[in-house]
C-alpha cells in the first residue's frame, strides 16, 4: 500500500478538511482574534490532520499489505481468508465480509459440482462394467465360431474392450488412491496375464513376445499395472513394422536401490520431434494420424497413474528403428524389516 496513492484516494476528505480550517481562520480573524491563537489552533489542525492520516494508513497498511503478501506467496489464492487476522477497521471489516461471503458460495457452487462430477462417474463406472458383460460374450461367441467369422470381429472387439478399459482407468485416475492395493508382486506373474490378454493380437501380427523377468519382486498395485503396460503392449502391436520379423522384448534389470522394467520392439519407432511429447493428454504425433488413427489418451493416463503409484516411466526411441518404454519401480525396505 503507498502512500501516495492513499492521499489521492483521501484527497476530498483532506480538502474539505482545509478548507473548513481556512474558513474557521478567516472568521476568527473577522471577529479580530489575537494572532496567536489563531496560529496555535491552525497548529493543532494541521497537526491533528497529520495524526489522524499516519495513524489510519498505519492501521490500513499493515491489513492490506498482509493480504496483498500472503495471496502472492499462495498457489489456491481461495485460500487468502485463511492466512489474514480480522481487520480492525470498519473497511476492512466489510472485505473480510465480502470475501467470506464469496468463498462461502464458491465452496456450496464447487459442493455440487463435485456431486454431479461424482455421481457421472460412479453412471460410467457402472455403464462400463454393465457394457462389458456383452462383450466378453461376444469375444467368446468368436473364439467359439471362429471358422464362421472373419478375424477382424473379434480383432475390433478386442479393441472396443482395450477403448473401454482406457474409459474406465482415465475416470478412475483422478481418485486412484482410493483404490490402491499396494503390496509386494511378482512381475513375471503381471507380464503373464498381460501376454495372455494379448495372445491372439500377437498371434494374428506375428509378434515374437520374449519375456525375461525371473521371480522379481516389486511393490506396486498389480491391476492398475497391469493397465500400464497393457497400454504399451497396445502400442507395440498397433505401431508394428509390415513385412518384418517383429519383436516385442521385455525384461528387468535391478541395482541396489531400484528394479527397472524394460519394453522394446522393433516397430516404426517415434519421430524425434514427438518423442517428448508422447505423455501429454490427447497427443498423437505423426504416427497417430498416419499409420493408424489414435486418441492419443493410453500413455496419457499411464504416466498419469505411475506417477501416482510412485513409479517412473521414461521412453526412448529412433523412427525406423525400435522404442524402449522403461518404468522404474523403487525398492521399499520396509517391508524387508517386517520380514
Known amino acids: 500500500m503507498k502512500f501516495i496513492k492513499y492521499l489521492q484516494d483521501k484527497g476530498l476528505i483532506i480538502s474539505l478538511y482545509l478548507l473548513t480550517n481556512i474558513f474557521t481562520i478567516f472568521m476568527l480573524s473577522a471577529f479580530k482574534t489575537d494572532k496567536n491563537l489563531i496560529l496555535a489552533i491552525l497548529f493543532i489542525y494541521i497537526t491533528l490532520l ?9 492501521r490500513k497498511r499493515s491489513f492490506y499489505n498482509e493480504v496483498l503478501q500472503n495471496i502472492e506467496r499462495l498457489d489456491q489464492k481461495y485460500l487468502i481468508l485463511e492466512t489474514i487476522e480480522h ?9 473480510h465480509q ?9 465452496i456450496e457452487k464447487i459442493k455440487i459440482h463435485k456431486n454431479n462430477i461424482d455421481d457421472f462417474k460412479e453412471y460410467i463406472e457402472m455403464w462400463i ?3 462389458k458383460l456383452p462383450i466378453a460374450s461376444l469375444i467368446l461367441l468368436c473364439h467359439n465360431n471362429k471358422e464362421l467369422l472373419d478375424k477382424d470381429y473379434l480383432h475390433q472387439l478386442r479393441r472396443l474392450d482395450n477403448y473401454i478399459d482406457q474409459v474406465l482407468y482415465y475416470v ?4 486412484a488412491e482410493e483404490d490402491f492395493l499396494i503390496k509386494e508382486t511378482f ?3 503381471v507380464i503373464s496375464n498381460i501376454a495372455l490378454k494379448n495372445k491372439d493380437d500377437l498371434l494374428e501380427n506375428k509378434i515374437d513376445l520374449t519375456v525375461d523377468v525371473k521371480k522379481i519382486k ?9 493397465f500400464i503396460i497393457n497400454q504399451i503392449i497396445n502400442n507395440s502391436i498397433k505401431y508394428k513394422k509390415e513385412n518384418i520379423e517383429s519383436y516385442i522384448k521385455i525384461y528387468a534389470t535391478e541395482d541396489k536401490n531400484q528394479i527397472t522394467l524394460h519394453i522394446k520392439d522393433n516397430g516404426i519407432g517415434i519421430p524425434k520431434q514427438d518423442i517428448h511429447q508422447v505423455f501429454k493428454k490427447s497427443f498423437t504425433g505423426e504416427n497417430g494420424r498416419g499409420k493408424v488413427k489414435s486418441t492419443g489418451i493410453g500413455l496419457y493416463i499411464a504416466d498419469k497413474l505411475c506417477k501416482k ?6 521412453i526412448e526411441s529412433i523412427q525406423n528403428n525400435f522404442t524402449e518404454v522403461k518404468i522404474t519401480f523403487g525398492k521399499n525396505n520396509y517391508y524387508k524389516i517386517k520380514e
Not at 98 to 106: F, P, R, T, V
Not at 172 to 175: A, D, F
Open 98 to 106: 465480502i470475501i467470506y461471503e464469496a468463498n462461502k458460495s464458491m
Open 218 to 226: 516389486i511393490h506396486t498395485d498389480s491391476k492398475w499395472l497391469e
Open 87 to 95: 481487520p480492525n477497521f470498519y473497511e476492512g471489516k466489510i472485505l
Open 172 to 175: 478412475r485416475s483422478s481418485y
Open 187 to 189: 512381475l513375471d506373474k
Open 309 to 314: 503409484l510412485g513409479h517412473k516411466i521414461e
Open 50 to 58: 497529520i495524526i489522524i492520516i499516519i495513524l489510519d494508513f498505519n
Open 129 to 131: 462394467h454393465e457394457v
